[in-house]
């Protein structure tokens, strides 16, 4: 039973991670029909930016968030305005070309400054709870409770706010919007913002839970953010939520179960088979509500 | 002919053979040329290095391309190689291998092809050391890769024989995982012991195989044995498992940029049994990334700072002199490679690839840095020994040699 538990809350403590990246991925996605194959490298940007933060400001951990979440934001509207939005006429495949291209620049962008694996500093005092077997972490609680908050959080401004109405609105169509007085490119650059902030909300706090960071730690992540995001249903926020949970646990479950060679094996013939018999994932649908 | 009643196809058949003649002609002369050339630039002592200086382990790379530059440095300043017509400065040309199968096979090729080396110094891990062996076999170069400790590196994957040019300046896995099996059950007198390796790694893969056959033959049980794959960041499920199985001691056969990730998160977990690791633990990052967390665990590696022999003394003061900074085993087993690699050419005679590699198998025993070694008849492996250290006051300290 403590072995269950246990697992249950690595399975959770993974699932908010992927959750956070795989919220950049479906509101991109769900606002300009594109995948944005870069967020994973700007996930790892905002591990680098905390650990910069952290070592070189020797900030604690809040004001090394924010830093990180601010800076990235910055650097995802930036790669907005300058690589796609001069192809948002080109072909789709264009766009996506240019994002896996812009993701291997930051990577070796970041490889340039440090081809060495760095060593995040614990930026929370480390406490551990120990119930009958079941090790319960200050940091485990600090990753659920910070990624639930986030994400109710832009769950109820997309749902509640003017700024998500328009974010609805250009997802629905973005030809006929401006028309009605939305700003379509400042909404746009703010969807970018926000996706990019909540990737390195991320990776801040990924590389506090697992301290050693390197440019290709986005790599990996990445995909298994961008798969939560499809299984949950693209374009779909709360499905992306659903999905990195989903993620989490079918990791953490075939690793407990079976021997632990097969997760990545099981993870991505879940992916197959859903994309087979329900191509839209969970929430979404085949003529999807977007962001 | 194929057309005998039409002259107009004739004529293209004709200027095609016109054309592939002087294609010919034309190609004939030029790879004269550069043959002229190859063998122009071969009285040049140009030796070649493969290291790993980007990618996962740059820390490797880093230390083995030290160490070769001092080695090259020292002979370079006392005037060059003592050779039967004069001393002659070595060139070095070092390239990236970025710990990739496939870019450490392709530079192995230009250095041979292109660059015209004599011989080739690395990779060091065996995941580009494998696939390099094989090009430096086929290109009849000699290549001494420093720290692959796989059996592979220096055997023909398809006749099983020793290859004839590929030789190490360590010992190889078999012997790493008997020692520490041995080390197990008679030393720290633990029986139950649980394993947690990577499986995309060749290293790694091998000497859990290695170890758990050693183990169980002497009378040991692996109550679990659990994977993951390169790149992975969350152990929590595996070392929830492991847990679970109760263990006296974890078998850790990763790099040394896993290695942190996996201590801290058994810490964290409630993991209490002490980690048993690999040469490949032996780099000096691994004591900041840890924070603490290796404190008391143990790892066999290829030599041990504080028992060191005068060769070593000079070596690690030279070392420290020029980089600040102490020599793990990848520095020390470099140099040692440099070492046996000059020792070669002043006995070859000749400065040619052939020679070189006769006098290399020839040598009877050399005094290197990490202790005696000569190679085994026929193969490319040195006979020596392992020693095994523990981590006390974050430092790396002697427990024990195991012989061959």
Not at chain 1, 204 to 229: C, L, N, Q, R
Not at chain 2, 118 to 139: D, F, H, K, Y
Request: hydrophobic share 50%.
């Amino acid at each position: 039973m403590t072995y269950f538990l246990q697992q249950c809350l690595n399975a959770l403590q993974l699932g908010s991670i992927y959750a956070l990246i795989a919220l950049g991925y479906t509101m991109v996605y769900g606002i300009l029909s594109m995948i944005n194959f870069a967020h994973g490298d700007l996930f790892m940007i905002g591990a680098f930016m905390a650990f910069a933060a952290a070592t070189l400001l020797g900030l604690s951990f809040v004001p090394t968030l924010v830093f990180a979440m601010l800076a990235v934001a910055l650097l995802g509207v930036l790669i907005e305005r300058l690589a796609y939005k001069p192809l948002r006429q080109a072909h789709k495949m264009s766009v996506v070309i240019t994002a896996l291209g812009i993701g291997i620049l930051l990577e070796h962008l970041t490889l340039a400054f440090s081809p060495y694996p760095r060593h995040m500093p614990p930026l929370i005092a480390h406490f551990s709870w120990n119930f009958g077997g079941l090790s319960l972490s200050s940091l485990q609680l600090l990753i659920i409770f910070l990624s639930m908050a986030l994400m109710l959080a832009l769950d109820w401004m997309v749902r509640r706010t003017k700024v998500g109405m328009a974010m609805r609105a250009i997802s629905w169509n973005i030809t006929v919007v401006p028309m009605m007085g939305v700003p379509v490119n400042r909404i746009i650059s703010l969807t970018f913002a926000i996706g990019a902030s909540l990737g390195a909300a991320a990776g801040t706090m990924y590389a506090m839970a697992y301290p050693v960071i390197d440019p290709y730690m986005g790599i990996m992540v990445g995909w298994k953010a961008f798969i939560s995001a499809v299984v949950g249903g693209i374009g779909n926020i709360r499905g992306a939520m659903i999905g990195g949970f989903i993620l989490g646990a079918v990791e953490i479950g075939t690793v407990a179960v079976l021997p632990s060679t097969y997760r990545d094996f099981v993870v991505f013939s879940l992916l197959l088979g859903l994309l087979i018999f329900r191509p839209w994932g969970i929430l979404g649908t085949p003529r999807p509500e977007k962001v | 002919m194929l057309w005998p009643n039409s002259s107009y196809p004739c004529l293209i058949v004709e200027a095609i053979m016109k054309f592939v003649l002087r294609l010919c002609a034309f190609l004939s002369v030029s790879m004269l040329a550069g043959m002229l050339y190859a063998a122009e630039k071969n009285d040049a002592l140009k030796i070649g290095v493969i290291a790993e200086l980007t990618g996962d382990i740059p820390a490797v790379g880093a230390s083995c391309q030290n160490a070769v530059l001092l080695a090259v440095q020292e002979i370079n300043e006392a005037g060059g190689l003592d050779l039967p017509g004069g001393k002659q400065q070595i060139d070095l040309h070092i390239e990236d291998s970025a710990n990739k199968a496939d870019q450490a096979a392709l530079t192995a090729q230009k250095l041979i092809t292109e660059e015209n080396v004599l011989a080739i110094i690395g990779p060091n891990a065996s995941l580009g050391a494998v696939p390099a062996s094989a090009i430096a076999e086929s290109g009849r170069t000699v290549l001494i890769t420093p720290w692959s400790t796989n059996p592979k590196t220096t055997l023909d994957a398809r006749s099983g024989k020793p290859k004839k040019y590929v030789f190490r300046a360590c010992y190889t896995d078999p012997f790493e995982g008997h020692v520490l099996a041995l080390f197990v059950l008679n030393t720290l007198k633990f029986k139950r012991v649980a394993a947690l390796y990577d499986v995309a790694s060749e290293a790694p893969k091998s000497q859990t195989d290695l170890f758990r056959k050693s183990f169980t033959a002497q009378g040991g049980e692996m109550v679990a044995v659990e994977t993951y794959t390169s790149g992975d960041r969350d152990f929590s499920a595996q070392l929830t498992k492991i847990k679970a199985a109760n263990p006296d001691l974890v078998f850790l056969p990763s790099y040394y940029n896993d290695v942190p990730l996996v201590v801290r998160q058994a810490k964290r977990l409630g993991v209490t049994a002490p980690f048993l690791g690999s040469d490949a633990w032996s780099s000096p990052e691994l004591i900041p990334l840890s924070e603490g967390a290796v404190e008391g665990f143990y790892f066999a590696n290829h030599f041990a700072v504080d028992i060191a022999t005068p060769a070593a003394k000079r070596f690690i003061a030279a070392y420290q002199a020029k980089y600040n900074k102490l020599p793990d085993d990848v520095a020390a087993l470099s140099y040692d490679a440099c070492g046996l690699l000059f020792q070669a050419i002043k006995q070859a005679g000749a400065l040619n690839r052939e020679s070189i590699r006769d006098a290399l198998a020839k040598i009877s025993s050399y005094k290197g840095v990490t202790g005696t070694m000569q190679f085994k008849e026929g193969s490319g492996d040195p006979i020596k020994s392992a020693v095994i250290l523990q981590i006390k006051n974050g430092k790396f300290v002697w427990i024990t040699n195991a012989e061959p």
